[in-house]
C-alpha cells in the first residue's frame, strides 16, 4: 500500500485504500440481500487467497493439466465440465489463482491467473450459477487492479460482472458494481463517466450510512474537484456533513464526511485547515472501535496534505506544515522510506503503529 501511495496520484489514496475489501464486511452489517452478502463471504475468502504459495504442486499440476483442455468455448468446454464432479473444475483452477498470487510472481503468473478466473467463470455460468459467476468477474477485476494496476481490464471485468448480475435470479446488489466501475473510471482519468456511475450506485445503494457508503459519497466529492468543480464539490460536503448527523449513520460514515470537507480544504490550499479536520476525523474514529477500518484513509488524508504542499508551498512553510503533522498525528499509520513523504521531517523508521486506542 505504501507504493500505491508513494508512487500513484496522492489523490488515489483512498479509492485504493478504502475500497478494496470494505464493501464485503459491510454486506453483513447492512440491507443487502442474503444472496449477495453469501457471494461477498465467498469473494472474501478468494481475496484471502492473495498471500499466494499456499497451493501444493500436486494441485498446481493439476491446475495447469485442466486449464490446458479448457478452449474457452461454452460447448465445448461443456463436455469437460460434464465429466468431473461437481466442485471439482473450480477447486482446481482456484488452486492455480492461489499459487499466482505467491510473493514472487510475475506477469506470466497473472495472466495465467486470469486466464484460470475466466474459466472458473465459464463453470459458473455452464451451471446457471450467475450470481457466482458475476462474484468471480468482481474477483477478476479486483485481480487486475491489485497486481497489474491495468485500470482498463478491470474496468472491463468490472462491467461484465455487472452484466453477468443484472441477469441473475437472486436480484444481486448491484451498487458495489457500479462503486468499482466508477473508481475504475475516476482511476482512467474519465471523471465525466466516473461520476455518472458513482452517482447510479449512490440511488442503488441501501445501506445509506455505513463505511461503503461514506467512500462512495468521499469519492464523489474527489471526482467533481478533479473536474474543478469546487461548487459542486462544497455543496456534496454540506450534503454529506447533514447526513453524518443522521441516527443512521456510523461513526465511519461520520469520519469519511469530515475528511471530504478536508479534501476540499486542501483543494482551496487550506492546508492548516485540511489538517484540523483530519484530526478532528481521529478523535471522532478514536471514539469507537467500530471506525477501526477509516484509520487507512485519515492516514492518506494527511500525506496527501504534506504531498501536495511540498509542491505547492515555500518549502517553509511546507516544513513547518509537515512538523505540525509529526507533532499531531504521532500514532497514524504513515508509510515511511520509500515513500515520498521522506523529503518531509514526517521520514521514520519503517514501522506501522495503530491509529485507534484500543
Known amino acids: 500500500m505504501c507504493s500505491s501511495i508513494a508512487e500513484g496520484s496522492p489523490k488515489l489514496v483512498t479509492l485504493i485504500t478504502d475500497t478494496s475489501m470494505v464493501f464485503l464486511s459491510n454486506a453483513f452489517h447492512s440491507a443487502m440481500p442474503k444472496q449477495f452478502a453469501i457471494a461477498a463471504m465467498l469473494l472474501l475468502s478468494s481475496l484471502m487467497l492473495a498471500q499466494g504459495g499456499q497451493t501444493s504442486q500436486v494441485d498446481v499440476v493439476a491446475g495447469r493439466e485442466f486449464l490446458g483442455k479448457l478452449e474457452f468455448d461454452p460447448s465445448a468446454d461443456a463436455v469437460l465440465f460434464s465429466k468431473l464432479p461437481i466442485g471439482e473444475p473450480e477447486k482446481l483452477l482456484m488452486a492455480l489463482v492461489d499459487y499466482d498470487q505467491r510473493y514472487d510472481a510475475g506477469l506470466s503468473d497473472w495472466r495465467e491467473l486470469h486466464k484460470a478466473l475466466e474459466g472458473v467463470i465459464e463453470i459458473h455460468l455452464y451451471r446457471g450459477q450467475s450470481d457466482m459467476a458475476a462474484v468471480r468477474a468482481d474477483l477478476q477485476a479486483a485481480m487486475y487492479r491489485m497486481h497489474e494496476e491495468d485500470y482498463l481490464s478491470s474496468l472491463e471485468a468490472e462491467r461484465r460482472a455487472l452484466t453477468i448480475a443484472q441477469s441473475s435470479p437472486s436480484r444481486l446488489d448491484l451498487s458495489a458494481f457500479w462503486m468499482k466501475i466508477g473508481q475504475d473510471l475516476y482511476r482512467l482519468g474519465r471523471n465525466d463517466e466516473a ?66 470537507a478536508s479534501d476540499v480544504q486542501e483543494s482551496d490550499s487550506d492546508y492548516d485547515g485540511a489538517l484540523d479536520s483530519a484530526r478532528e476525523a481521529v478523535q471522532v474514529a478514536n471514539s469507537d472501535p467500530e471506525a477501526k477500518d477509516t484509520a487507512f484513509a485519515i492516514a492518506g488524508r494527511v500525506v496527501e496534505c504534506v504531498i501536495a504542499a511540498s509542491t505547492e508551498l515555500p518549502h517553509k512553510n511546507a516544513v513547518a506544515l509537515a512538523r505540525r503533522i509529526e507533532s499531531e498525528f504521532p500514532d497514524l499509520p504513515i508509510p515511511s522510506r520509500s515513500c515520498r513523504a521522506k523529503r518531509s521531517p514526517m ?10 486506542a484500543s
Open 195 to 260: 461520476l455518472e456511475a458513482m452517482r447510479k450506485a449512490q440511488g442503488l445503494m441501501k445501506a445509506q450510512g455505513g463505511m461503503v457508503a461514506g467512500t462512495l459519497w468521499r469519492n464523489i466529492v474527489q471526482v467533481e474537484l478533479a473536474l474543478g468543480d469546487r461548487g459542486a464539490a462544497k455543496q456534496e460536503v454540506t450534503k454529506f456533513a447533514a447526513a453524518s448527523k443522521e441516527p443512521y449513520a456510523s461513526t465511519s460514515f461520520r469520519v469519511l464526511a469530515i475528511l471530504a
Open 347 to 356: 521520514h521514520r523508521s519503517a514501522r506501522i503503529r495503530p491509529l485507534l
